[in-house]
């Protein structure tokens, strides 16, 4: 979603010259029919403009997810129609087709629900993440697979490469040069096979600065856009708004209560509260007392000291593994469990292929059911699954 901030921090200096790049796609030949996936923003816009510009037959591709105006109930809302026409505009300008193509079903179906049945739930989502799984690389995948693209490209910063262990091959993912824009953890659901037809060229880029640099260069009109910010379906971060009107259940009132049960105060909606949440809980206590565990069923927030927080065994479901390992095989590696957070080292055991237990060496705090939890060798991604 567009911001409301200045333009002055997205400029390029002057004096600035990117490394040369070669930004051939592995296994397609240059000339070659690509489909690139264009949300609107400056990333794909840049990628979409620079394959054009190396000879590959470029096909934009835009999906239009929701509608902003009912998100945000007012009738001229334009920013998700903004990017669409931003992403028909650079298509025009290079002079390749674009696409757009209406999942709003899809989106409300496997994302917006999923991200309300959460909160619901007492859980803490991770939107992004599934709209990867279920939507981009699924639905848009066979789309670019229908018209014969020789593989799928987005503007993610990550690297994709194959990884050889023990005779055999594996297509996975590895950070991005620049760390600090690097989206591994949103994508450690997709597939290996998704990744034998995707493409991720900007994940070479030492900068974002390298990136703006392209778009001022070959003159796109979006080369001044801000970066998105929020969850394109929650305007201004307002998470609680969408969900009430999705599951007014959220807002069903109930108590506050200590780790014994002892009713401390009321609340207005289990959607206003987080694990290790401290302030604005409208309670008053000897000692500082933290969210600790939602309750749906009964409608309660359970609050309790710090130390309550602190968890050292994390269970995963639903694994997705980009390196194969064996059933009951343990492995050594660093977790991440915020996108924003720090790595953490753990040692994990493999229970089955779907479900993994997290064995921490430093207790960490605040952690939800519901979460990602994603697993790396160094920079590269093992794979990862979903907090319970």
């Known amino acids: 979603m567009m911001q409301s901030c200045s333009f002055d921090r997205y400029q390029v200096p002057d004096d600035y010259i990117p490394p040369e790049r070669d930004l051939h796609l592995e296994g397609v030949e240059s000339g070659g029919l690509v489909a690139v996936a264009m949300s609107g923003g400056v990333d794909s816009s840049v990628v979409a403009a620079l394959l054009h510009e190396k000879g590959y037959k470029v096909i934009g591709i835009t999906l239009q997810l929701y509608d ?24 025009s300008q290079m002079g390749f087709p674009h696409y757009v193509l209406n999942y709003e079903s899809i989106f409300k179906q496997k994302v917006i629900d999923d991200f309300a049945n959460s909160y619901v739930n007492g859980e ?13 690389f699924k639905d848009l995948l066979q789309f670019a697979k229908d018209l014969d693209a020789k593989a799928l490209v987005t503007g993610h910063y990550v690297q994709r490469n194959v990884y050889k262990k023990e005779n055999q091959h594996f297509t996975t993912l590895q950070k991005a040069i620049d760390h600090n824009k690097d989206q591994s953890y949103f994508l450690f659901g997709t597939t290996t096979e998704e990744l034998n037809y995707l493409r991720f060229p900007l994940g070479i880029f030492d900068s974002k600065l390298e990136t703006r640099y392209h778009a001022k260069r070959l003159k796109l009109p979006i080369a001044s856009k801000p970066d998105s910010q929020d969850i394109c379906f929650v305007p201004n971060g307002d998470y609680r708004s ?19 049960g002892t009713v401390l105060g009321k609340h207005e909606g289990i959607i206003n509260y987080t694990i290790g949440q401290r302030k604005g809980l409208g309670i008053s206590a000897p000692e500082p007392l933290y ?6 069923t009964n409608h309660n927030v359970v609050v309790g000291p710090k130390e ?74 093992l794979g990862g699954g979903w907090i319970i």
């Not at 998100?71 to 998700?80: L, V």
């Not at 803490?124 to 981009?136: A, H, S």
């Not at 969900?243 to 506050?256: M, T, Y």
């Not at 390992?325 to 055991?349: D, L």
């Open 68 to 91: 902003h105006g009912k998100a945000i109930q007012k009738q001229k809302a334009c920013c998700a129609g903004q990017d669409i026409y931003d992403a028909q505009k650079v298509a």
């Open 124 to 136: 803490t989502p991770v939107p992004c993440i599934q709209c990867n799984q279920q939507v981009k």
């Open 291 to 296: 969210v600790v565990k939602i309750d749906p």
């Open 242 to 260: 969408i969900v009430s009107k999705i599951r007014p259940e959220a807002l069903h009132p109930g108590d506050i209560v200590d780790m014994n």
């Open 308 to 381: 309550q927080l602190a968890k050292k065994i994390i269970y995963l479901k639903d694994m997705n593994w980009l390196v194969s390992f064996n059933i009951g095989e343990i492995i050594s590696c660093q977790i991440k469990i915020r996108s924003s957070g720090v790595e953490m080292p753990a040692t994990v055991y493999v229970m089955d292929q779907n479900m993994a237990e997290i064995h921490l060496y430093e207790p960490e705090y605040g952690i939800s059911r519901g979460q990602a939890c994603v697993l790396y060798d160094q920079s590269m991604l």
